[in-house]
């Protein structure tokens, strides 16, 4: 049953519709951006994997709030004021242009004026929304499935999160990449990043890895069904030579991190296992190598197990 909770989406299968979601997330992520105040490393913009699909969660505005929803099981786009206003409207096979009208739009029923960057970063080319006709595909299935597998991801290093009490990370969705991501600092200062991400200012991760970190998260690409992750910043000496878990993960020189394929975790006789130990060495691989204070930054999650109940 456990293996079964673990999707098969071959991201050949379903690209076209990566794409497109991949822009239409970036449209969300940019009206909280739009309206969040600011929080380290840029952890006020990103999205949250929900029991429906990725939500904004609770985003100011003026005196009250608003959130947006993309909902994978009914498949629509849901906005809800605190006033309790709705719009709403169908996930679809639809351009990027016209999803950008329809949320700005139903934005503006809301009373909620909003002006982002309208074209999207990360990703070369950056085609403004308004002009995107590109992208503009949606399978059901398919974002339904990603949805499930971003699920399963997000349990996982949720129970992994859990082992550190230093300063971590949420457990969110960078809409940038386009990837799920968890990562821990060893409360140390890092050389200023040198930037390189195409149509982002270097400035954006000059902020994102401004401490030295150890960072795992979940990609839809990098392999036949995507790919788990795991880096630190700076790499300490020999960090691409640690041997880690389980069968089939390695260090790419590319990519400049350790790749875990997700089918290889989606076919192991216990998938939490085999992530669990994989994001467990690679981690250990990044605090032994740059001699964290692992006594003080983690702790047994079930340390209070004995005084429930």
């Given at each position: 049953?456990?293996?079964?909770?673990?999707?098969?989406?071959?991201?050949?299968?379903?690209?076209?519709?990566?794409?497109?979601?991949?822009?239409?997330?970036?449209?969300?992520?940019?009206?909280?951006?739009?309206?969040?105040?600011?929080?380290?490393?840029?952890?006020?913009?990103?999205?949250?994997?929900?029991?429906?699909?990725?939500?904004?969660?609770?985003?100011?505005?003026?005196?009250?709030?608003f959130d947006i929803e993309f909902d994978f099981v009914d498949h629509r786009l849901r906005m809800?004021?605190?006033?309790?206003g709705v719009r709403e409207f169908a996930l679809e096979p639809i351009p990027v242009s016209e999803f950008y009208a329809r949320t700005m739009?139903?934005?503006?029923?809301?009373?909620?004026?909003?002006?982002?960057?309208a074209r999207p970063n990360e990703v070369d080319p950056?085609?403004?929304?308004?002009?995107?006709?590109?992208?503009?595909?949606?399978?059901?299935?398919?974002?339904?499935?990603?949805?499930?597998?971003?699920l399963q991801a997000a349990r996982v290093m949720g129970e992994f999160r859990s082992r550190f009490i230093?300063?971590?990370?949420?457990?969110?969705?960078?809409?940038?990449?386009?990837?799920?991501?968890?990562?821990?600092?060893?409360?140390?200062?890092?050389p200023e990043h040198p930037g390189g991400?195409?149509?982002?200012?270097?400035?954006?991760?000059?902020e994102g890895y401004?401490?030295?970190?150890?960072?795992?998260?979940?990609?839809?690409?990098?392999?036949?069904?995507?790919?788990?992750?795991?880096?630190?910043?700076?790499e300490?000496?020999?960090?691409?030579?640690?041997?880690?878990?389980?069968s089939g993960a390695f260090y790419s020189r590319e990519n400049g991190q350790f790749l875990l394929p997700y089918e290889a975790v989606r076919t192991a006789a216990d998938p939490d296992r085999a992530l669990l130990g994989f994001l467990q060495d690679t981690y250990e691989a990044a605090a032994d190598l740059a001699h964290w204070d692992r006594p003080a930054l983690e702790a047994d999650p079930a340390r209070w197990a004995h005084k429930a109940g």
């Open positions: 049953m456990q293996r079964q909770a673990w999707p098969r989406l071959r991201v050949a299968d379903w690209r076209e519709t990566r794409d497109t979601l991949h822009m239409w997330t970036q449209i969300v992520g940019k009206i909280r951006l739009a309206h969040a105040p600011p929080v380290n490393h840029w952890w006020q913009v990103t999205l949250y994997v929900s029991p429906r699909g990725l939500t904004t969660s609770a985003i100011p505005y003026g005196t009250g709030t809800r004021a605190g006033d309790g739009r139903a934005l503006d029923e809301l009373g909620i004026e909003t002006r982002i960057q950056a085609i403004p929304f308004e002009e995107d006709d590109r992208h503009a595909s949606y399978d059901a299935d398919s974002a339904r499935s990603f949805w499930r597998q971003l230093g300063k971590v990370s949420p457990v969110h969705f960078f809409w940038g990449a386009m990837d799920i991501a968890c990562t821990r600092f060893s409360g140390r200062t890092a991400a195409p149509n982002c200012g270097d400035w954006v991760m000059v401004s401490r030295e970190l150890s960072s795992c998260g979940f990609w839809p690409g990098g392999g036949e069904e995507g790919a788990f992750y795991a880096y630190a910043y700076p300490p000496d020999g960090f691409a030579d640690r041997p880690v878990g389980p």
